[in-house]
């Protein structure tokens, strides 16, 4: 029974090794893939961070672009008043016709007409002489204006509103384009976040599955462990009792020899040394 037990001690034990050397081997392989999740998590984590960023300072920008169409619509509202006044008072001096403006959009585009196109002589001078004549009405208008002061105040006013209204305008056009561009990178780097979290998900799973079988490899290791110690016990208690059986039957070996001589010394025969040894060690003596 003995060498049944140290024979199934020793197959336990193989299969203890086999176990304890594929839970580490899968430990140290689940251990790489867990640093591997771990510095995908930092870099998703960093790109999250730079995306709420992008979008702050979108959400800053729409602001400023709300704020700004606020004060361009004021603007273009005292432009409107201002040109109602403007007709008014245009109307009470009968000074009708198209305003200097308009007189000065016209003359600049004859002249780019001239400049740029390929004209006849008939056709040209007949270009010329239009331009003449809005010229002409051009430094009537400004003469007029000149004189009177409420309209040169209020066309003043009209210009200063415009140059402002104008400005507003360009602002919210530069606030919009760099709202849409810290829209534009927020997207991205969202979705650079999105692609690297389903990455690191497909790696914790790769992780759980291997330290799943890690661990049933440490069950049984734990489990053949305990098998092992009970089968140490059961060797142990049965070793014990034969040297208990070995000592008791050379026990009773030495006793019957002593005996044997001890007899022989009753009768008066010689003995040796060592048989007298032996009696004293019998207690027969």
């Keep these: ?123 040209e001078k007949e270009l010329v002489g239009a331009i003449a004549v809005l010229v002409s009405e051009y ?26 209204a104008s400005r507003y305008h360009e602002e919210v056009t530069e606030f ?6 810290c829209h534009d990178k927020m997207i991205k780097v969202f979705r650079e976040g999105e692609s690297i979290r389903v990455k690191s998900d497909r790696i914790h799973r790769k992780f759980v599955k291997i330290q799943d079988e890690a661990d049933r490899h440490h069950h049984k290791f734990i489990k053949i462990q305990k098998e092992i110690r009970e089968l140490d016990k059961m060797i142990a208690s049965i070793t014990r009792r034969g040297r208990e059986d070995k000592r008791k039957v050379e026990r009773m070996k030495v006793k019957k020899e002593a005996e044997s001589i001890y007899n022989l010394f009753r009768r008066g025969e010689k003995i040796s040394t060592e048989d007298l040894m032996l009696l004293q060690r019998s207690d027969l003596l």
Aim: include cysteine; hydrophobic fraction near 30%; aromatic fraction near 2%.
């Design 1 to 123: 029974m003995l060498k049944e037990l140290q024979d199934k001690k020793a197959i336990l034990v193989k299969e203890l090794e086999e176990h304890r050397d594929k839970r580490n081997e899968l430990n140290t392989e689940a251990s790489k893939w867990s640093a591997e999740r771990n510095k995908l998590n930092r870099t998703s984590r960093m790109l999250t961070d730079e995306a709420q960023q992008f979008k702050h300072e979108r959400d800053e920008y729409n602001k400023k672009v709300s704020d700004h169409k606020v004060k361009r619509d004021e603007c273009n509202k005292k432009i409107n008043a201002a040109n109602a006044k403007i007709e008014e008072i245009k109307k009470d001096a009968n000074l009708t016709g198209a305003s200097v403006s308009e007189l000065k959009q016209d003359i600049e585009s004859l002249e780019f007409k001239q400049q740029t196109n390929v004209l006849s002589s008939e056709k």
């Design 139 to 164: 430094k009537m208008k400004m003469t007029e204006i000149e004189r009177n002061a409420g309209l040169k105040s209020a066309l003043g006013g009209l210009e200063g509103l415009r140059e402002e």
């Design 176 to 181: 919009a384009d760099r709202a849409q561009e």
